[in-house]
């Protein structure tokens, strides 16, 4: 049912979320899905719990021992051209602006931004100690999330972004 409410989610958007189709998707009834998630905010902190543990499996397998290199491969991790990578961060995307307007996401949200600055925090403290490492992981994160969403967008190729991204690591590193 997780997987299924990513896939909705990334193709129809938060506001065009339905539990009609996420059953559909899922093959379970809309009975199994309100029990398991109360409602459609439930379903939507689901989802975005479950979209952050995805982002992990493709960012926190970094095979190297030099933190740079890590910081570099774990970011740039979240601008892949798979559909896995597309369909998590477009649903990360759209649950993100959502909870502009969903106060019952923010919370959430804010735990899984904080976590993930924290990963790239550590990594950016080990790279290089003279540097405000929080501040640089926040300006980091921030940025693929905005780069991504051009990507996604159309408003930005793939190349760009990833090359954006690259220069902005290399000048926070030093």
Not at 117 to 122: G, L, R, S, Y
Not at 137 to 149: D, F, I, K, N
């Amino acid at each position: 049912m997780l997987e299924a409410s990513v896939r909705v989610i990334a193709q129809d958007g938060v506001r065009g979320l339905r539990v009609e189709k996420l059953a559909a998707e899922a093959g379970v009834s809309t009975a199994l899905i309100y029990y398991h998630f109360k409602d459609r905010a439930g379903i939507l902190r689901a989802a975005l719990e479950h979209v952050n543990h995805r982002a992990q499996s493709y960012t926190g397998d970094v095979e190297s021992d030099d933190p740079r290199t890590r910081v570099e491969q774990m970011l740039l991790g979240e601008l892949q051209d798979t559909a896995f990578v597309r369909e998590t961060s477009v649903a990360w995307g759209e649950l993100r602006a959502s909870a502009a307007f969903d106060e019952d996401l923010r919370a959430t949200l804010r735990t899984a931004t904080e976590t993930w600055n924290a990963d790239v925090e550590t990594l950016v403290r080990q790279a290089n100690s003279e540097l405000d490492a929080a501040a640089a992981a926040e300006r980091l994160t921030a940025l693929v999330e905005g780069l991504s969403e051009r990507w996604h967008s159309g408003s930005l190729t793939l190349q760009r972004a990833r090359e954006l991204l690259a220069g902005a690591i290399a000048r926070e590193l030093g």
